[in-house]
């Protein structure tokens, strides 16, 4: 298609993207944010790394899809040098905090949890409350005791199971993907909050509310793939983080369309006639964290199913994650039942922790 065309790629494990891009000609040029920050760390040296790499022209593709939030220092740069794929990266920086979109979300009939910044202090002995910082990513430094960061505010914790939505968006057009029930670990050593995986879901909520999603998206001017993440408390809905980005559950809805969202969101305009997901299959993947340093080696992962793993040999610390593992049942609650047996395998090589699971 583009044989050997470059395009700026930006993420946490982004092994699955890369492969993509490559599959449809693309050479991505990567900025791995969990094996590199150092690309990030400044303008002066993400200007070293893209002289470095030769990515001059202004038609370049830059494609993100974490890792750029609260380093908005980047965006002027980046946003002078490539064609982003996807949203303004002004979005991006507006989605660290959700009070951001109090009229949007006031506007569209959509709830949120009550929010103060620190200096307000309205701790009540009858609610739970996060201290949760700005830009957060993946659920790490939220904490339930203390601010972890000095950027932090607080929230009503609000009791409930966590979703997301899935969703594309190009113009006029809008497509709800579908709903995802995301996944927490068990007594990690940190918090409770680390995203550990999410599986999709047939689960359907009030027409009211996908509505709200659809006005939100088209009130923000969102463009291609995002996902909002919401707790459902048994009666309402409440919106916890906008994310303007590719985000984790992606890859499981760019498989099943082969490949025509990761087409689309290069392009900036999607081939609706190709992409569907009623009647499509369903599945889900689960983050392996280490309770312990280990050290992996490729033999102990012959009878799972798993991407995103490290090079043999490798040390992965205590609290990190090892790899993913994938399951495709096409069943939400047989893929709980496959992930906790690749997960029982999985005990046999390494000390990890557990992941809390609720079957449907």
């Known amino acids: 298609m583009h044989s050997e065309f470059p395009v700026l790629l930006i993420g946490y494990d982004t092994d699955y993207l890369e492969a993509k891009l490559l599959k449809l000609g693309y050479k991505p040029i990567t900025i791995n944010v969990s094996l590199n920050t150092k690309a990030l760390h400044s303008k002066k040296h993400l200007s070293s790394f893209l002289d470095e790499k030769f990515l001059y022209d202004k038609n370049m593709k830059c494609i993100y899809a974490s890792g750029l939030e609260g380093r908005?220092?980047?965006?002027?740069?980046?946003?002078?040098?490539?064609?982003?794929?996807?949203?303004?990266?002004?979005?991006?920086?507006?989605?660290?905090?959700?009070?951001?979109?109090?009229?949007?979300?006031?506007?569209?009939e959509l709830k949120y949890p009550e929010t103060y910044s620190m200096e307000e202090r309205p701790l009540s002995s009858g609610k739970r409350y996060l201290f949760k910082p700005l830009n957060s990513c993946g659920g790490y430094d939220i904490s339930q005791v203390y601010p972890m960061k000095k950027n932090s505010y607080i929230q009503e914790h609000v009791r409930g199971d966590t979703y997301s939505c899935s969703f594309i968006i190009d113009n006029n057009n809008f497509r709800l993907l579908g709903f995802n029930r995301l996944l927490n670990l068990n007594s990690h050593y940190e918090n409770e909050f680390i995203h550990a995986g999410a599986l999709m879901t047939k689960k359907r909520f009030s027409d009211n509310f996908h509505k709200a999603i659809e006005a939100l998206a088209r009130r923000l001017k969102m463009r291609g793939f995002n996902g909002i993440d919401f707790i459902f408390d048994g009666k309402k809905c409440y919106i916890i983080d906008i994310n303007p980005r590719i985000t984790s559950p992606f890859f499981l809805y760019n498989d099943i369309n082969n490949d025509e969202l990761l087409k689309g969101q290069i392009?900036?305009?999607?081939?609706?006639?190709?992409?569907?997901?009623?009647?499509?299959?369903?599945?889900?993947?689960?983050?392996?964290?280490?309770?312990?340093?280990?050290?992996?080696?490729?033999k102990t992962i012959a009878e799972i199913n798993c991407i995103n793993t490290p090079n043999n040999g490798d040390i992965v610390k205590c609290g990190n994650p090892i790899f993913t593992l994938l399951s495709r049942e096409n069943d939400y609650n047989k893929n709980i039942d496959n992930l906790q047996r690749q997960i029982e395998i999985t005990k046999e090589h390494y000390n990890i922790y557990d992941i809390i699971f609720s079957h449907e």
Do not use: M
């Open 267 to 298: 392009l900036g305009k999607y081939n609706w006639e190709q992409i569907a997901f009623e009647n499509k299959p369903i599945s889900g993947f689960a983050h392996i964290f280490a309770r312990e340093d280990v050290v992996f080696t490729e």
């Open 72 to 108: 908005e220092y980047l965006h002027d740069l980046i946003e002078s040098k490539f064609s982003i794929c996807g949203n303004n990266l002004s979005l991006l920086n507006k989605s660290g905090f959700i009070e951001n979109f109090a009229e949007e979300l006031r506007d569209c």
